[in-house]
């Protein structure tokens, strides 16, 4: 999803997650000025299919899919994660339907990301199986370009976006599973994660946004869940890194333990924690590092009508007002002042990243 003239090299340790900071400093402080001239180096390649699929065999509950009428949509996005879930499926006989699952390099010219207004094809998808899935329960699910992130669709077409994947996930785990924790959610993912884990008596607490800030804990066993909120979630039992197609299965563990189709399910999810609706804004704004600097000395003490009744800078400046909160980060490699917020209704979310923008871009409240 990022650029294609970035490119660059992704260095895995030998844990198989993402390098913690310390890795990446130490790796920096070797790098030469100038990239080197080096032509084209060998590259040794590792048919690894058939063990990861047996890994997931391990960690999911394959037959007990099979509890409840499904019909699934699986939408890859043209990335790497094509033809897994479909072949697991088949093994147990599930009805399902494989989307944008063909080699594309542009991606069928959307960003492969589980975003809204990147599953547009798998909407059109869903409503067209009305007939098709004969009483079924229809559920879309979704991985990212490479495979390492989850969303998912419910079935009317609503999608469901990462915030609300990541909540029934951990619902699932909970209930299901006999997760104890602990859990851990990034400063920019929903409310209802703690939420959740209260109502189950499982420790949680935030730690930065990236998922290099998960791994170590996931390395050394002190976190049994990790999500942030772009969509990546990762298992203390599995390896130390996000997982879209495992992540879907176990949303697909719940709709066959529980029978219900998901937009119940997030009803129901509702119903314990309350509404949260959640969007992103992205602001071009090249003094974006100035624009927070102002913000963190004076923040406002009102927003968008409400008060701000508290001040978070975890990672970023939180601003939690009566029905949610607001949060300003600055992009750490692009020009970009992102602008995170959640409330408790689609119109609160609306006026206060309206307020928000208009707040940074030097605007008068």
């Known amino acids: ?37 080096v032509g084209d180096p060998p590259v040794g390649t590792r048919a690894i299919k058939e063990e990861y699929l047996a890994r997931l065999r391990e ?11 499904l019909y699934v949509v699986v939408d890859a996005m043209y990335g790497s994660a094509q033809g897994y879930l479909a072949e697991l499926l088949r093994a147990v006989r599930i009805p399902h339907l494989e989307v944008r699952s063909t080699v594309d390099p542009l991606f069928g010219g ?8 990147n599953a547009v094809p798998l909407k059109a998808v869903i409503r067209s199986l009305r007939r098709r899935a004969r009483g079924r329960i229809v559920v879309g699910l979704i991985t990212d370009g490479d495979g390492d992130r989850a969303a998912g669709m419910d079935e009317s077409g609503a999608f469901l976006d990462t915030h609300r994947t990541a909540s029934l996930i951990l619902w699932h785990l909970v209930r299901h599973r006999s997760l104890a924790g602990p859990v851990l959610k990034s400063f920019a993912l929903t409310d209802m994660i703690g939420k959740l884990a209260d109502l189950a008596g499982v420790p949680w607490r935030e730690i930065r946004i990236g998922f290099k800030w998960a791994v170590e804990d996931l390395v050394m066993g002190k976190a049994a869940f990790a999500a942030e909120e772009s969509g990546g979630y990762g298992y203390g039992w599995h390896i130390p890194e996000r997982d879209g197609v495992l992540s879907n299965l176990y949303l697909l563990e719940l709709v066959a333990a529980t029978g219900k189709p998901i937009g119940e399910l997030v009803a129901e999810l509702f119903s314990r924690v309350g509404p949260h609706h959640y969007a992103r804004r992205d602001l071009a704004l090249p ?39 607001v949060l300003f980060r600055a992009s750490g490699t692009e020009p970009i002042l992102r602008l995170y917020c959640e409330m408790d209704a689609p119109d609160a979310v609306r006026a206060t990243l309206d307020e928000a923008e208009r707040l940074a871009c030097g605007g008068l409240l």
Request: overall charge positive.
């Open 1 to 37: 999803h990022n650029p294609p003239r970035w490119s660059g090299v992704k260095f895995k340790p030998e844990y198989g997650g993402s390098a913690t900071p310390e890795i990446t400093a130490l790796i920096e402080s070797h790098l030469p000025p100038r990239a080197p001239e």
């Open 110 to 117: 959307r960003k492969p990301e589980p975003l809204p207004e």
């Open 287 to 325: 003094n974006r590092l100035e624009v927070m600097a102002r913000l963190e000395k004076a923040p406002p003490e009102r927003l968008a009508g409400q008060r701000v009744v508290q001040v978070e800078t975890l990672d970023g400046l939180k601003l939690r007002l009566d029905r949610g909160w």
């Open 59 to 69: 960690a999911v509950d394959l037959r007990g899919l099979v509890r409840a009428p």
